[in-house]
Nanobody
Framework: QVQLVESGGGLVQAGGSLRLSCAAS????????MGWFRQAPGKEREFVAA????????LYADSVKGRFTISRDNAKNAVYLQMNSLKPEDTAVYYC?????????????????WGQGTQVTVSS
């Protein structure tokens, strides 16, 4: 079992940057594909980025490609999301999630464990 705790959210002006962290417990963390999702008020939870168990593969939603970078440190049981050039439309609660099989990184239904989320607000 994996427990996930996000941190690093906050209020930032458009064009600014934030770095989200997700701390994981559990000895099998390094075997999971890890993803970041976000949910804005009144909208469905959507895929943002994912990274393979080794860190060698990454995938991004078109809306964040070139602005966000996902990374992980298996020695620290952590995954990160560096967010640059933030826009008001990036405002949402951001969740990290763990996927054991890694078959469909976009699909939130494939993820087995979720954190509680961290709020990101981008002002214009």
């Amino acid at each position: 079992q994996v427990q996930l705790v996000e941190s690093g959210g906050g209020l930032v002006q458009a064009g600014g940057s934030l770095r989200l962290s997700c701390a994981a417990s559990g000895r099998t963390f390094s075997q999971y594909t890890m993803g970041w999702f976000r949910q804005a008020p009144g909208k469905e939870r959507e895929f943002v980025a994912a990274i393979s168990w080794s860190g060698g593969g990454t995938l991004y939603a078109d809306s964040v490609k070139g602005r966000f970078t996902i990374s992980r440190d298996n020695a620290k049981n952590a995954v990160y999301l560096q967010m640059n050039s933030l826009k008001p439309e990036d405002t949402a609660v951001y969740y990290c999630a763990a996927d054991w099989f890694g078959r469909s990184w976009y699909n939130r239904n494939e993820y087995d464990y979720w954190g509680q989320g961290t709020q990101v607000t981008v002002s214009s």
